[in-house]
């Protein structure tokens, strides 16, 4: 793996060194009226209050700078001592800007730094960037740092060493500054609208030609059947025309839910034609365009009847003609009338509990069940249109074809969750025995029911085992809505912590239902409580990460992994029999449950994923629990690389075959994985130090899988609460060839990419067609999907 550093976001306030003096006069307003809203009468600010409007966590750095910045030790700070502060450390050169460091540094104000005090230092850079490490792995670092910056040995730091070890960091003292602090920062100006650039035509032409058709064929229904009745009025024109094109959007609109053809039309040349991608999306819109027309439609049909209420000749009032069968409206026993309000109030209903704010808010069953109103809007709009039926004829039978099918192969027979995980951030990881004729691709979804958790839930996720793992399908699932988080709790309180009766029957028991077959040893990584010594944590940590170890290292427990440790209250009830049916009926810790718990599934369903291995540069970004559809992508990399491994019977010698898949056109991969923090990269590390031991035997020019690893709540080397911890961990990641917070060879990166960097650095590698595949949360995708318009790269977002 690549141990070259990853462009970071830069922080703002580095930027201002050239700012123009009418941006600095605006920065200087704005900081005047942010102190104003946080000063008291007397217009100065104390320790809590300047903690408390710089962001800053720990109170260490709190406390100096606040000395730093009270020139006069009034124990409290005006405007004018803030604004000389600030001035300095945003507009100053860089000597000034380490001065201001080393003082704070120099804890005691001798005029050095000895390796206590750096070490205290060191510990609250630790805190105020959320990383948990390790006393003895805190003094490795503080040696590290202070051995390299300590030129002349003599047990201090000078200033003049000080400047030279930051010299070594190109960049860093010219940006030196504190962390973007939300109130010192100005309001952003307003976005300017997007044009319709050439790359955005490039990146969305399928998208849009298909838009521009669904546009098309709307006018034209519409203005052949308002010609049609233009004799009527231009109410009846109106209500004919939104009827019609009524007619082709009440039956489209489940065209776009039919997951099983768009899997099928994923692997033909169509995928290349049409926005298969969103149809989520796209089934959205046509809702909203439903909703348009059913309103234009009544209006117009309510305008109608009016003028009919109000003529002479008239025998029908206009209660009549709206809510009756008396006038005879329509085409089967004059129910046009009363099925039209029937079915505007159905699809309202619809409307309003498809919203994100009851689908997201614990109410998923809200959505659920009034969605199922589909069946009887169809049976009301048969009834009410005389040409609809024949609209619906084949899309409708399609799908219910589909949910026939799906049903079936559902409830054929019902699935096992052998055993499950209980990971950090609330991750729950589910293994699943896996059905003998159940094919997926790598990246594919699959719906899950679980009826002891909810009946009639099915809810969609991600599988991230790779398909040529035969015996389990896994998930990962974030406790994020109602029906996950009950998913956590109830294994989570399954057990009840007391004794077993037999803890050493159980343990052999146990022991025997782990063991796998010896073709399996080489292909088997556990990713739930599995991870290579990575992951580190302080020792106040109670749920302790367990280690993937390499072949020939023993230790107990399966081949190649280490049991997970546990706390107090999980080791006294390690081994646990529970004697209802279809519940957990084996615990090896708190965290990890063997169980036999029902369960039914239905897919598996493609994704926008399945274009990687056809891509030339791929270029993988996952944020948080966004990374599923690629760990099953990277472990399925995995297993064919280790299929082309030989390995020499006498000399034992192994080198990779040249040749790759047929199938599998990859040159480059540069996989880039971001967290808020340092335990979610827990889950997926084993399989990352896997693939860089895998990467290390293959003979080509350059690496094919680059890592790059980000964490957003560390602060950057530009931080000045940020860069003695930053120095550090690079010079102990070059002496241990491994990351001091994953374990891994690659540099876990503080803060946020710097993506326009991290674009022209792919762009410039220059190993083929560059295609960029996002997980995660709707407001980076449209930051990626920006930046891929800019660099002509090909974008592909998997909802989640």
């Not at 880039?672 to 896997?690: A, C, G, H, P, Y």
Request: proline share 5%; with cysteine.
């Amino acid at each position: 793996m690549s141990m070259l550093e990853d462009p970071a976001q830069p922080d703002l306030e580095s930027c201002r060194g050239t700012m123009s003096t009418e941006e600095d006069a605006k920065w200087l307003q704005w900081v005047t009226h942010q102190f104003e809203t946080i000063a008291e009468k007397d217009r100065e600010i104390n320790l809590q209050q300047f903690k408390t409007a710089l962001n800053v966590k720990e109170s260490f750095f709190a406390e100096r700078f606040f000395t730093l910045f009270d020139s006069d030790g009034s124990g409290t700070i005006t405007l004018q001592e803030l604004l000389e502060a600030l001035t300095l450390l945003i507009h100053g050169n860089p000597m000034d800007k380490l001065k201001f460091l080393f003082q704070v540094y120099d804890v005691d104000g001798s005029g050095s730094i000895d390796a206590d005090e750096l070490r205290t230092v060191l510990r609250s850079c630790m805190r105020e960037s959320a990383i948990s490490l390790p006393d003895e792995k805190l003094d490795q670092l503080t040696l590290a740092l202070f051995e390299s910056a300590d030129k002349d040995c003599n047990g201090a730091i000078t200033f003049d060493e000080l400047r030279d070890e930051l010299q070594r960091f190109p960049g860093v003292m010219e940006n030196l500054t504190i962390s973007a602090a939300h109130w010192l920062t100005p309001p952003a100006a307003p976005r300017r609208p997007r044009a319709l650039t050439w790359a955005y035509w490039h990146n969305h032409r399928s998208h849009l030609l298909c838009l521009a058709a669904f546009a098309g064929l709307h006018l034209l229904l519409f203005a052949l059947a308002a010609s049609e009745h233009r004799a009527r009025g231009a109410s009846v024109m109106v209500a004919k025309g939104c009827g019609q094109c009524l007619n082709l959007d009440g039956s489209f609109i489940a065209v776009l839910m039919l997951r099983r053809c768009l899997t099928w039309l994923r692997a033909t040349w169509l995928a290349q034609v049409l926005p298969l991608d969103q149809n989520i999306q796209f089934h959205q819109f046509v809702g909203y365009v439903v909703i348009v027309l059913s309103l234009v439609h009544t209006v117009a049909h309510i305008v109608n009847f009016a003028l009919q209420a109000q003529a002479e000749a008239s025998p029908f009032q206009f209660w009549e003609l709206l809510l009756t069968t008396r006038p005879g409206i329509g085409w089967i026993h004059g129910l046009a009338s009363p099925t039209g309000v029937a079915l505007l109030l159905l699809l309202l209903l619809m409307f309003a509990c498809s919203s994100s704010c009851i689908r997201r808010s614990g109410h998923f069953e809200v959505f659920y069940w009034t969605h199922l109103s589909y069946l009887p809007m169809w049976i009301l709009l048969i009834l009410h249109g005389p040409n609809f039926w024949k609209w619906l004829l084949v899309p409708g039978t399609l799908f219910f074809l589909e949910k026939i099918i799906g049903l079936a192969v559902s409830r054929m027979a019902a699935l096992c969750i052998v055993e499950v995980n209980l990971l950090p951030s609330k991750v729950t990881h589910l293994l699943i025995k896996r059905p003998p004729l159940f094919h997926y691709r790598p990246g594919d979804y699959l719906y899950l029911n679980i009826p002891t958790i909810a009946r009639y839930e099915w809810h969609p996720f991600t599988i991230s085992s790779a398909p040529e793992q035969k015996d389990t399908i896994w998930l990962h699932i974030r406790s994020e809505g109602q029906w996950t988080n009950r998913l956590y709790e109830s294994f989570k309180t399954s057990c009840p912590m007391d004794c077993d009766p037999k803890p050493l029957s159980r343990s052999l028991k146990m022991k025997r239902s782990q063991r796998r077959p010896e073709s399996l040893e080489h292909q088997h990584i556990h990713s739930g409580t599995s991870v290579q010594g990575a992951v580190a944590y302080s020792k106040d940590v109670t749920v302790e990460l367990t280690s993937y170890r390499p072949k020939g290292t023993p230790q107990q427990g399966d081949q190649g992994l280490v049991s997970t440790a546990v706390t107090k209250e999980g080791a006294q009830a390690r081994w646990r029999a529970i004697a209802e049916p279809g519940q957990v009926s084996e615990k090896s810790s708190e965290n990890h449950l063997f169980c036999n718990i029902k369960c039914y599934i239905d897919g598996p369903y493609g994704t926008p994923t399945r274009r990687i291995f056809a891509s030339e540069h791929a270029v993988l970004i996952g944020a948080g629990i966004g990374i599923t559809p690629f760990a099953s992508i990277l472990q399925s990399i995995m297993y064919r690389h280790q299929k082309r491994k030989n390995i020499c019977p006498s000399c034992q010698h192994s080198w990779m075959d040249s040749a790759q898949d047929e199938d599998m056109k990859l040159h480059k991969v540069d996989f880039m994985w971001i967290n808020r923090d340092q335990r979610s990269f827990e889950w997926f590390v084993s399989l990352l130090t896997k693939l860089e031991m895998d990467q290390a035997e293959i003979s080509q020019e350059g690496p094919f899988l680059e890592l790059h690893m980000y964490m957003t709540s560390a602060l950057g080397k530009n931080d000045m609460k940020a860069i003695g911890l930053q120095m550090a961990l690079d010079l102990l990641a070059k002496k241990e060839k491994k990351d001091s917070i994953t374990g891994l060879q690659t540099r876990t990166q503080p803060g946020r990419p710097d993506w326009n960097k991290v674009f022209q650095k792919v762009a410039a590698e220059k190993k083929g067609k560059v295609q960029v595949f996002f997980c995660g949360s709707p407001a980076l995708a449209k930051v990626l999907k920006g930046h891929c318009e800019q660099f002509g790269f090909k974008f592909f977002q998997e909802n989640f």
